[in-house]
């Protein structure tokens, strides 16, 4: 291996296409079993390589040279083979930083919990110390290292202000788990999640529905990985390297959810998006026929609406995951919230808001086969589709020329 990755569990990584967009080395994604990463570390055939969960720790003593702030952290995220000497540097602690700081916030003076015991645990509470936050507590399920347990944080820290997550807890494939409920911390005034896949875990989106600003790990991985390899280069890349790697990457992997009434042109909307971005189209009704054998009138005639409700929200939390496709939901998807959450892990969501005059009833939609069915239908809707939706399109035109209007959204 030239330049790459070593942890133990890989697949979820971007970081493969990260570097892929900052430089011209071979990348390598590479899983390394705990009872072979020690002689991995001796045999070091490689240029440089970033290190991930759980070896932070474990390769520094392998090391020749560990720089400043990796010393002071115990956490070393990338190292350099000069000469057969291994160098080791933790570009982790600029990510962390960068990411707090593009979250807009401003923690000096501020309470902080730090989720997790782990490398990325050490290196949020040395951001945390250098922007200034007044108490930090760090929190294990153990209490080891100087850390508290979640029992004591609860008990005797409800004036957290400050959640940084540093635990996997909400990584995928675990997508619908979170490491903690807020509702304890009143004074709470922003949430980080080092985990960035989901972009917005569950952690994230909990706190954003409180009004609380937070922000996923994804920013912070683009920023160790820009440092990274300007340390592997030694070389330095311009200012807005990291901004414009960040949009792309996020932009790669973000779906596009498209929600809206019955009719409205969601999927044929959907078809002309996809094909023009180049990206898996994905109709949940579609899923949901091919699942049940059969046609959604069928669903409604034979199994009733709440049977139809129940396939659907199990097609959608499948759906969840994916990254980077265009997905063309049911008018009734956002009916449950756990839908709309789910597809907000990984989705920016759109409402195609076309005029009721211009809607029409269809014999194969059983609740908006007439015109008085349409009418109620959006009486009831209308004001969910709104407040779901990241953006509102309207759609007066032909689906070109609503597609175009997304299309120049999302790329924007
Ligand atoms: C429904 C809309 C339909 C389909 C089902 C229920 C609804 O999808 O999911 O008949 O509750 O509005 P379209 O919006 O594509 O018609």
């Not at 509702?183 to 706190?207: K, Q, W």
Request: charge should be neutral; include cysteine; glycine fraction near 8%.
């Amino acid at each position: 291996m030239n330049y790459g990755c070593i942890g133990e569990h890989l697949k979820h990584s971007f970081s493969k296409e990260i570097h892929n967009s900052l430089a011209d080395y071979k990348y390598d994604i590479c899983e390394i079993a705990p009872e072979n990463l020690d002689a991995f570390m001796t045999e070091r055939n490689f240029s440089a390589i970033n290190v991930t969960i759980p070896y932070k720790q474990a390769v520094i003593k392998h090391l020749y040279e560990i720089d400043g702030s990796a010393k002071e952290i115990g956490a070393v995220n990338t190292i350099v083979n000069r000469g057969g000497r291994l160098y080791g540097y933790n570009t982790d602690f600029f990510g962390m930083r960068a990411l707090i700081l593009h979250a807009g916030l401003d923690i000096s003076q501020r309470k902080v919990a730090i989720l997790g015991t782990g490398g990325t645990s050490r290196t949020a509470s040395a951001v945390a110390k250098s922007l200034g936050a007044c108490k930090i507590l760090r929190v294990g399920r153990t209490p080891k290292d100087g850390a508290i347990t979640y029992g004591e944080l609860f008990r005797e820290h409800s004036d957290t202000e400050i959640i940084i997550n540093t635990t996997p807890v909400g990584m995928f494939p675990n997508i619908f788990d979170t490491p903690i409920s807020l509702d304890a911390f009143p004074r709470l005034f922003g949430v980080i999640d080092a985990v960035y896949n989901p972009l917005s875990t569950p952690l994230v989106l909990a706190a954003r529905e409180r009004g609380i600003p937070a922000e996923g790990g994804l920013y912070m991985l683009v920023a160790q990985a820009v440092r990274a390899s300007e340390i592997f280069l030694d070389t330095s890349y311009p200012e807005n390297t990291l901004d414009s790697v960040f949009k792309k990457i996020k932009r790669k992997k973000e779906n596009i959810v498209l929600i809206g009434m019955p009719s409205c042109g969601k999927s044929t909307v959907g078809k002309i998006i996809a094909e023009r971005l180049g990206r898996e189209f994905i109709d949940t009704d579609a899923l949901i026929e091919e699942r049940a054998g059969c046609s959604i009138p069928e669903i409604f005639e034979n199994h009733g609406e709440a049977h139809f409700r129940g396939l659907e929200s199990e097609v959608i939390r499948e759906l969840a995951p994916k990254n980077g496709a265009v997905i063309a939901t049911g008018g009734g998807a956002i009916l449950r919230e756990e839908n709309t959450r789910a597809l907000r892990e990984n989705g920016k969501i759109y409402f195609i808001d076309r005029p009721l005059e211009l809607l029409m009833p269809t014999e194969d939609r059983p609740l908006a086969s007439s015109r008085e069915a349409i009418e109620r239908r959006f009486a009831e809707r209308h004001g969910i589709y709104k407040k779901t939706a990241d953006i509102t399109v309207p759609s007066v035109k032909t689906p070109t020329d609503t597609a175009n209007l997304i299309i120049e959204d999302f790329c924007l």
